[in-house]
């Protein structure tokens, strides 16, 4: 976040010097509530920057003692505790700046600020969409609260990687969450299941085991009954066989369905459970971050689409009809079906023909679908011949990397 770090409290303090040097000198609408003598804020100023917080904060509080309300000095004092490390103070100070001036971008950034130094993720999110609705192209903000999203998404992840601590099988699943093509090609499932079976074959198998290794003996047995030496030998070896026979006939059958049956089901189960639980966790973390990198485009896709709107209304105003005719794209769709350049030598003799011309957007509204943004808005139209105030929309297509002017209608 350009004024708010996630990490160590230095790194949180440089960062509240940015929010000073940025933002100690509000915006006209503040200076114009209630002005504090510039000499005193020049005083104030000088000592933040050479780190005298206590002596700054006793003239801060001379001068609200004279001005309680005064919104610049108050924002001040904000600053003065949350470089002193009183969080809660400064947080009070900017959550009663938003009540009583609720117009102001400023507040809510820092506001936002201090609650994400201190973890507290989702407040910080929803403190910032009120900057941002305030003041849609407030740049900082914008960041900032990409940044806590890119921080949210982050926590839905780790919350992923944390199930089930103490079991066995998360660990495999992280390796197939972290590295999926090596798993696809013979990794860490595979192995899991080869190994749950052969744990299971010698717990069950273990009596039909013994019958194969005597069933080979009475082959030799045969071949030196032609001896005369060894005939003892295989009387003894053919009594011997007949106590197999008897396993060999009774277990026969129960060896073929164990084998078959338990290796299969167990492996099977296994893996569908515990796995199935990091899956679904992963997935959530996936999907949180795809919403967040979506947000975080289409609040970069609004600024960009606002910033075209304000340059053609100000190319309109400053008379420059070599730029005001760039912002319309080629696909543009001429109000009254004429071509694009006999519209386009209409307007140049209109623009060029008036004395002075003003034009301003007011609260301008923005919906994109793709690369199409609608805006909506009040138009202030000024010359020395005709003053408008209408409504106007304009709509905008993406080409390339600049948004453009299709079709624009007034009124509705």
């Known amino acids: 976040m350009k004024t708010m770090p996630l990490a160590s409290p230095h790194t949180y303090r440089n960062a509240l010097r940015g929010i000073l040097s940025k933002t100690v000198i509000l915006s006209g609408l503040i200076a114009a509530i209630y002005p504090a003598q510039a000499s005193e804020v020049s005083d104030i100023s000088k000592l933040m920057r050479s780190g005298q917080y206590a002596d700054a904060l006793i003239k801060t509080d001379a001068v609200l003692a004279k001005h309680p309300r005064d919104a610049q000095m108050r924002f001040v004092k904000g600053l003065i505790l949350a470089e002193q490390n009183k969080s809660a103070e400064a947080i009070a100070i900017f959550s009663k700046l938003t009540e009583d001036f609720p117009d102001l971008p400023e507040p809510y950034n820092n506001l936002a600020v201090l609650y994400a130094a201190n973890g507290q993720y989702d407040k910080a999110r929803t403190t910032l969409d009120m900057a941002i609705r305030t003041n849609p192209t407030y740049a900082t903000a914008l960041e900032n609260l990409g940044d806590i999203y890119a921080k949210l998404a982050s ?242 297509t993406k080409q390339g990397n600049k948004w453009l002017i299709k079709q624009e209608r007034t009124g509705g």
């Open 155 to 396: 926590q839905a992840y780790d919350k992923a990687l944390q199930i089930d601590p103490g079991s066995n099988v998360p660990q495999p699943k992280l390796t197939l969450v972290r590295t999926l093509s090596g798993n696809i090609t013979g990794g860490t499932i595979p192995k899991l299941a080869s190994a749950n079976t052969a744990n299971s074959k010698p717990s069950t198998p273990a009596a039909p085991v013994a019958p194969p290794t005597p069933a080979p003996t009475p082959a030799p047995a045969a071949e030196t009954k032609p001896k005369p030496e060894p005939k003892p030998e295989p009387a003894a070896s053919v009594e011997k066989p007949k106590p197999t026979e008897k396993p060999i006939e009774k277990p026969a059958p129960k060896p073929a369905e164990k084998p078959v049956e338990k290796p299969v089901e167990k492996p099977a189960e296994k893996p569908a459970e515990k796995p199935s639980k990091a899956d679904k966790a992963a997935e959530k973390a996936d999907k949180a971050a795809a919403k967040a990198s979506e947000s975080a485009r289409e609040e970069k896709d609004k600024t960009a689409v606002l910033a075209a709107v304000n340059n053609w209304a100000k190319a309109w105003s400053d008379m420059d009809v070599k730029s005001y005719l760039a912002a319309y794209g080629s696909d543009f769709q001429t109000p009254k079906g004429e071509s694009r350049k006999e519209w386009a030598d209409e307007r140049r003799a209109r623009i060029e023909e008036k004395g002075h011309i003003t034009v301003k957007v007011e609260t301008p509204q923005i919906a994109i679908k793709n690369d199409t943004a609608t805006v909506r808005f009040r138009q202030i139209y000024n010359s020395n011949r005709l003053t408008v105030n209408s409504r106007k929309t304009l709509i905008l």
